[in-house]
Each structure stands twice: as C-alpha cells, then as structure tokens.
C-alpha cells in the first residue's frame, strides 16, 4: 500500500470515529500515516480495506488501531490451512501411531505439515506406537496439544507482523538453518611429537620368535627399561622445548 491509500483509509475512518481523531494535531496525523504506510507496505490495498470495512459493521466506539486491522486480515484470510483444532489434530496423530511401528515414515508423511511439525520426526510416531496405549491416549496427548497450540500461536504472531518483517524474519531463520561449517578435531598430541609417535606406529612388527626364546624377566631387567623409556620420553621433550 501506497501513502495515498493509507491516507483514504484513515480519511474513512475519521469520517466514521471522529472523537478518535479530534485531539490529533496535524503533526500526529502525519506520524500515524507514516506508521500505517510502514505497517501494510506489502499488504494487498484491497484485504486492507475489506478488513477496515468488516470492523465497521460492528458498533465500536473508537477506530481501529493496526492490531484490530490485521486480525480482520486474518480473518478474511482464513483457509482450510489454518490447521484443525487441537482435539480434532491429536485424532489424526493417534490414529497414525495405531500404524506407527512399522508403518511410522508413511503414516508421518500423510500428516498435515502443521501436524508434522508438531510432532517433530517420523521416529516419534515409532515411540508412541511402543508405548501402552493408556500413556498415549492422556500424557503424550495432552505434551502435543500443548505443543500444537504453541506452534500454531507462533504462527499467527508471524502472520500479524508486516510483510516486510516476515519476510526478513523468514530470512533470518533459513540462514540459521544452514548447516554449520564443520569443526576440526583438536589434536590429541603436541604437533612436534606427533610425527615421532606416527613414524614409530609405522615401523614394522618384529618377526614372531620360538617360545625357547623368550625368559623370565628379572627386577634388573624391568628396572632397565623402564628407565630407558624415561631417557627416551626426556630426550624427546628436550627436543622440543629446545626447537621452540
């Protein structure tokens, strides 16, 4: 809608509710055209005006402010769509889980959208079907009802807003729903010791040697490895603290 169709628009309402309009000074006139002008700036002219006309056949006081407006948009724009009512959306859900535990991806995508979305996934409808059917029936009912009302005020609070906000909160939501970029795996070693350790997993495996090779070690013999494992972890250190 143009300035020039807001201001008929108020003009009609002026005509009709002038004690609304009588304190306003031309400054605040000229504020509130502006406000309407941004409001429905990508409404249809003639759904607004259809929607001034339906809150002027009942016997209202005052003129409308822009939240009436946009309810009567709702109104006129109401379509099958709209969802059903909560009752009659848990009817269809119950339903689908009777078929849920083998049957749940189709049964899901025979939902409404609006249903669907309530429910969340097809592997829902596969956790209900496997629940008693006393549970179904009063506490997952009752956690969906209470969730479709939710997403269906969420919905008429978007449809109330402007087009132009709608369409940038619409925006706003598909680039957050990208896919974030993927985080890589912070690594486990330090980097200098890193190639060390890789190069000593790639050395190959000695050969299997007879069992009349082998002996019992002694205490000497384990006290000796163990500090040549000592040595070798300190050399290794040193190596690094000295190349940084």
Same mark, same amino acid.
């Given at each position: 809608?143009?300035?020039?169709?807001?201001? &008929?628009?108020? =003009?009609?309402?002026?005509?009709?509710?002038?004690?609304?309009?009588? &304190?306003?000074?031309?400054? =605040?006139? !000229?504020? !509130?055209?502006?406000? %309407?002008?941004?409001?429905?700036?990508?409404?249809?002219?003639?759904?607004?005006?259809?929607?001034?006309?339906?809150?002027?056949?009942?016997?209202?006081?005052?003129?409308?402010?822009?939240?009436?407006?946009?309810?009567?948009?709702? =109104?006129?724009?109401?379509?099958?769509?709209?969802?059903?009512?909560?009752?009659?959306? %848990?009817?269809?859900?119950?339903?689908?889980?009777?078929?849920?535990?083998?049957?749940?991806?189709?049964?899901?995508?025979?939902?409404?959208?609006?249903?669907?979305?309530?429910?969340?996934? #097809?592997?829902?409808?596969? +956790?209900?079907?496997?629940?008693? +059917?006393? &549970?179904?029936?009063?506490?997952?009912?009752?956690?969906?009802?209470?969730?479709?009302? +939710?997403? !269906?005020?969420?919905?008429?609070?978007?449809?109330?807003?402007?087009?132009?906000?709608?369409?940038?909160?619409?925006?706003?939501?598909?680039?957050?729903?990208?896919? #974030?970029?993927?985080? =890589?795996?912070?690594?486990?070693?330090?980097?200098?010791?890193?190639?060390?350790?890789?190069?000593?997993?790639?050395?190959?495996?000695?050969?299997?040697?007879?069992?009349?090779?082998?002996?019992?070690?002694?205490?000497?013999?384990?006290?000796?490895?163990?500090?040549?494992?000592?040595?070798?972890?300190? !050399?290794?250190?040193?190596?690094?603290?000295?190349?940084?």
């Amino acid at each position: 809608m143009d300035n020039m169709s807001i201001k &008929t628009i108020l =003009t009609l309402l002026q005509s009709e509710y002038p004690h609304s309009f009588s &304190t306003m000074d031309s400054r =605040t006139m !000229k504020a !509130k055209i502006e406000l %309407w002008e941004q409001e429905f700036a990508g409404d249809d002219i003639n759904l607004v005006y259809a929607a001034v006309r339906l809150y002027m056949k009942y016997p209202n006081q005052f003129a409308p402010n822009i939240g009436q407006i946009r309810e009567n948009m709702l =109104t006129l724009q109401k379509k099958e769509s709209a969802g059903l009512p909560e009752q009659a959306a %848990w009817a269809k859900v119950s339903k689908a889980c009777a078929n849920g535990l083998y049957g749940y991806r189709e049964e899901f995508n025979a939902l409404p959208e609006d249903i669907q979305r309530a429910v969340g996934a #097809p592997e829902q409808l596969k +956790a209900w079907a496997q629940m008693d +059917a006393d &549970t179904v029936e009063s506490v997952v009912a009752s956690n969906f009802m209470r969730n479709y009302r +939710a997403l !269906k005020k969420r919905e008429k609070d978007m449809e109330m807003l402007p087009a132009e906000m709608r369409g940038r909160l619409t925006g706003i939501s598909s680039a957050m729903a990208i896919e #974030p970029p993927r985080q =890589t795996q912070a690594p486990l070693l330090p980097p200098k010791l890193e190639p060390m350790i890789k190069k000593a997993i790639r050395q190959p495996a000695e050969a299997p040697q007879p069992a009349s090779h082998y002996r019992q070690k002694t205490a000497d013999d384990w006290e000796s490895r163990r500090q040549a494992a000592i040595d070798q972890l300190m !050399k290794g250190a040193s190596q690094c603290i000295t190349s940084d």
